[in-house]
């Protein structure tokens, strides 16, 4: 019988902390550069001999504390690191407990580090691997002297969650785009850091062929994955999409379904445009007029004159209605 504190957490009628996941992704679909894969697979070495070391071996009595098994996954988005952190539950047997930091963070004070030790409660109570995606969000530096209610909070949640960790006796996955906002304090309490990179044009070529259904899905003569890998340097998220913008775009052709097809224009179309639309996004990050990173000090510097003029427009505006104000004061004594 689930206890209450389970009950709560995920239950239909509450806030989901976490998100219960029964695993059915393994790592023999995900594709992976040979030295991720190594690093990847002597994680799962350390997890499957825990109880050797720990136990049989004698080190738990030596080490008390810092004995759960903390890995970092940090790369690119669409690297692989979700699908990753499934197929390792998977694979050890376990369920994934999917941490949603947007419902953990609470816009009450105190809650938010309750909200993440219920957290890691219910994955002991579980025996289950507890996730953190997109992690630097919580695992964000400390604020120096903070002075603010927002800046005590952050601060008090990482400390609670260092101490978690330490405590701890499962398994946490940290994954994130951002690894360098991560606070020191988790460098010596995460055991595993796994770098997940932009797969080379023999893993891109693998990824192409097992977006496809092996006997459903109907190619067209022309189409070559390895040209396609060659040509487009692609994360496996990005080839995903591809691959199903091109059969969209396939099933949308006119014509009867029996005879449509995905073509090799189909996906290089798609390839393309799915490119082409994370360049569109990361404009936003760059200087409008020759696409180069803007320099922080002018930003600052931007910001700061801004506020001058509103501040200034902000005086002369009082300093008009205080005059506007004494006129007519004086009017009425006149009268």
Known sequence: MASPLISFLTGLGSRRVVETVVPARTLSEVVLPPQTRRTLDQALAEVRNHNLIFTRWGLGERHTSGRGLAFNFAGPPG???TICAEAIAHALGKKLLVVDYAEAESMWLGETPKNIVAAFRAASEQNAVLFFDEADAIATRRSIGAGSAPDRERNLTVNVLLRELETFNGIVIFATNLAANFDRGFERRIRTHVLFEIPGAEERARIWHLQI??????????????????RYVATGGDIKNAVIK?????????????????????FESAIQEVLAAKTVMRQSLFDEENGSTPDPLN??????????IAIMLAIGLSTTAFIAAIAAIALA???
């Open 299 to 308: 930003l600052l510097t931007q910001r700061d004159s801004r506020w001058r």
């Open 333 to 335: 004594f006149l009268r």
């Open 213 to 230: 259904h092996p006997t459903k899905t109907p190619l067209g003569p022309d189409v070559d994955f390895n040209q396609l890998a060659e």
């Open 246 to 266: 091109a059969a969209a775009a396939a099933a949308a052709e006119l014509g009867p379904d029996l005879g449509k097809e995905i073509g090799q224009g189909h």
């Open 79 to 81: 690297t692989g690191k």
